[in-house]
């Protein structure tokens, strides 16, 4: 099992441009989350889907939108990229809701 | 609003000695509690839970200890090693809710 992926590990956007960040999970969990993380600022919840067909804002929702494409996939949008969106982009996964979740290896991004 | 806060950006130990990584929270209605650690370039790992009807929990050389009258977590590490470096995020979530997370504490481990 891969358990959570992501790519890609690094971008670099233009401040305008746009981009989708794109996460699977093969653990078969109905929940999925899109977290940043700043220094200082630790890991804040952008968006959640808590099963498939769902979605919902978390922490920090603006400036972003999500797709769950399917039980296995869960996609970040970044519409029109801005210099405050430089940050560690992680996608997460659990069964349900409210368990302990399951991390992927990040992705990088820097917005100039 | 801040409902989780690790008030320690960073700590220093020495390989052998106890590591000490403490977390407080505001939200009387949290249940359960974990902590993850991230190494650098990775994703976080869970590395230990305790739900609210419990006071301590062990696992090898990790303990945490809840204490609710003080909305207060920590987790004890013994003996800390240098592969323990790495930040660890304490998160905590009322019934039926989601993870809140904590800034986290770089922990350092000197050989």
């Known amino acids: 099992n891969a358990g959570v992926t992501q790519t890609p590990k690094f971008q670099v956007l233009k401040t305008g441009q746009s981009m989708t960040l794109q996460c699977a999970q093969d653990m078969n969990h109905n929940s999925m989350y899109w977290y940043r993380q700043d220094p200082g600022m630790g890991l804040r919840l952008i968006y959640y889907s808590a099963s498939e067909g769902t979605t919902d804002k978390g922490e920090v929702p603006n400036g972003y939108n999500v797709s769950r494409l399917n039980k296995r996939e869960f996609s970040l949008r970044l519409e029109s990229a801005a210099p405050s969106q430089t940050s560690v982009y992680f996608c997460?996964?659990?069964?349900?809701?409210?368990?302990?979740?399951?991390f992927g290896p990040g992705t990088r991004l820097t917005v100039l | 609003d801040q409902q989780v806060k690790q008030n320690s950006p960073s700590l220093s130990v020495q390989e052998g000695r106890i590591s000490i990584l403490n977390c407080d929270y505001t939200?009387?209605?949290?249940?359960?509690f974990l902590w993850y650690k991230k190494y650098p370039a990775e994703g976080p790992t869970f590395l230990i839970s305790i739900s609210s009807i419990k006071d301590k929990n062990e696992d090898g050389r990790f303990t945490v200890f809840l204490n609710k009258s003080a909305k207060h977590l920590s987790l004890h590490i013994v003996p800390s090693q240098p592969g323990d470096s790495a930040v660890y995020f304490c998160?905590?979530?009322?019934?039926?809710?989601?993870?809140?997370f904590g800034e986290g504490t770089q922990l350092t481990v000197n050989p």
């Open positions: 998160s905590t979530r009322a019934s039926g809710s989601r993870l809140t």
């Open positions: 939200n009387s209605m949290f249940d359960y």
């Open positions: 997460a996964s659990s069964v349900i809701s409210a368990n302990e979740q399951f």
